[in-house]
């Protein structure tokens, strides 16, 4: 597990004013080296690294071009999760979106918006899927391209969930100039991940998801209605941790300088208290920089 540090940070100051500078990141969240004189300065920094929600729009008009991705001056978080099935990704990006704000980018959603909406990249889209066929790499590098221009994206920064899936489509973004400040890869041993997913119910009436032995249903009459999803036999089960490993290798060494293990196979409050911190010593180095 890697883990970042704050070493290395020096104060100097003139008559008329104090300046900071940084070489490296610090885990610790209770800001030990912030002494006087410059408490004042500590607790703005302490106090600015409490974020709020906000609310993100949803056209779905996006753009197609290809040029570079620019976020704007203040730089806001950029950030890529991974995880194989049930490693938990979906309610970390929930607890991450409430937190930062950070707008959260799916490229399923994106497909499934595109398709509705009728657009042009939604009728190439739509014929593949019609046609039982996995949509190509430059038409979902598209929409996720057209996503990452919007204002809120570069404004609120983002959250790209499960994507990049291959090096390809990784490189395909970094000619974009799209780079995350982290790469973060839940990671759960294969005999837990193989128990959630074998374990999992679905609630047809209102597709809510139950688990036999961590989350059984309320009631005996939900529980008679509960089915097992068709991918959530251990064989297929298996072949889809299979062609995730081999893909996630290649992202790995993409991703390698940015790139931190979190052990998912904790409860979710544990990995979010740990993904936050991550992520708030981000935003803590950059106030530094910065002197904000």
């Given at each position: ?5 704050l070493?290395?940070?020096?104060f100097?100051?003139?008559p008329?004013?104090?300046?900071v500078?940084?070489?490296s ?15 004042r300065h500590s ?12 609310p ?15 976020c ?15 490693s938990?990704?979906g309610t970390?990006?929930e ?8 707008v959260?980018?799916s490229?399923?959603d ?21 046609s039982?066929?996995l949509v ?7 929409m ?8 809120d994206?570069?404004e609120?920064g ?9 090096f390809?489509q ?11 400040d982290?790469?973060?890869?839940l990671d ?7 128990d959630r ?8 009436v ?12 309320e009631?005996?009459e939900i529980?008679?209605?509960?089915v097992?999803?068709p991918?959530d ?11 995730y490993?081999q893909?996630?290798e290649?992202?790995?060494s993409?991703?390698?300088?940015v790139?931190?293990k979190?052990?998912?196979?904790r409860p ?24 904000k």
């Amino acid at each position: 597990m890697a883990s970042l540090s704050l070493s290395s940070v020096h104060f100097s100051s003139t008559p008329s004013r104090s300046t900071v500078s940084t070489s490296s990141l610090s885990p610790s969240p209770s800001l030990p080296l912030f002494r006087s004189p410059i408490s004042r300065h500590s607790r703005r920094l302490r106090r600015r690294l409490s974020f709020s929600v906000i609310p993100c729009r949803t056209s779905h008009s996006f753009a197609t071009s290809t040029s570079q991705i620019r976020c704007s001056l203040d730089e806001p978080l950029k950030v890529m999760i991974s995880g194989a099935p049930a490693s938990g990704k979906g309610t970390q990006c929930e607890l991450i979106v409430q937190k930062f704000g950070l707008v959260h980018i799916s490229t399923g959603d994106l497909l499934r918006a595109e398709v509705s909406s009728g657009t042009e990249i939604g009728k190439k889209a739509k014929e593949f899927m019609n046609s039982g066929s996995l949509v190509p790499d430059e038409i979902v590098i598209a929409m996720v391209a057209g996503r990452l221009s919007r204002e809120d994206a570069k404004e609120h920064g983002w959250l790209l969930d499960g994507f990049p899936r291959t090096f390809a489509q990784a490189q395909s973004l970094d000619k974009l100039n799209v780079r995350p400040d982290i790469f973060l890869l839940l990671d759960v041993p294969d005999e837990i991940l193989i128990d959630r997913c074998v374990g999992r119910r679905l609630d047809p009436v209102t597709g809510k998801i139950y688990h036999v032995k961590s989350y059984p249903p309320e009631s005996d009459e939900i529980k008679a209605r509960l089915v097992t999803r068709p991918d959530d036999t251990e064989e297929k089960v298996k072949s889809r941790l299979q062609i995730y490993k081999q893909n996630s290798e290649a992202i790995i060494s993409a991703y390698s300088d940015v790139m931190i293990k979190v052990d998912a196979n904790r409860p979710k409050e544990v990995v979010f208290e740990e993904t936050q911190t991550l992520l708030s010593q981000i935003q803590l180095k950059r106030m530094i920089r910065t002197g904000k």
